[in-house]
């Protein structure tokens, strides 16, 4: 006998009234990170298991690619009608990829250098936004 799906149960986030699964899937060893890139008919189905079982909370970052987390995503999420309607995505902003070691020692030796603030900038949160919502 075939045991019972698992359905994740739902919360309350903020106090604006969203309604979240409990757990979420985060998404950045879909394309990035942990070894070589999966095959992507592996994480489309992926995606389509987490959501089947109540995880509707997914999260995505433009440091992830830039922009190939999201295009999995959108692929993912429109093969299916209304799948899209289904889920809450969450956009990390103002991550970004770099040579911690480099950058650090750049830092040191030159002590005027700070951090971009860019990253977090209105501007970019604009650009970042509306490129996740291209896909």
Do not use: W
Not at 113 to 129: D, K, Y
Request: with cysteine; charged share 15%.
């Amino acid at each position: 006998m075939a045991a019972a799906p698992t359905v994740v149960p739902r919360m309350k986030l903020g106090s604006q009234g969203l309604e979240v699964s409990a757990q979420g899937l985060g998404c950045m060893g879909t394309t990035a990170y942990y070894g070589p890139p999966k095959p992507e008919p592996d994480m489309i189905a992926l995606i389509h298991h987490a959501v089947a079982t109540g995880v509707t909370l997914l999260d995505t970052a433009d440091s992830y690619g830039p922009h190939t987390n999201e295009i999995l995503l959108g692929k993912a999420l429109l093969q299916e009608d209304g799948l899209r309607e289904k889920v809450e995505l969450v956009g990390n902003i103002g991550n970004c990829k770099f040579n911690f070691r480099t950058r650090l020692n750049m830092t040191i030796n030159n002590p005027s250098m700070q951090f971009s603030s860019r990253l977090g900038s209105t501007n970019n949160i604009i650009m970042i936004s509306e490129n996740m919502i291209k896909t």
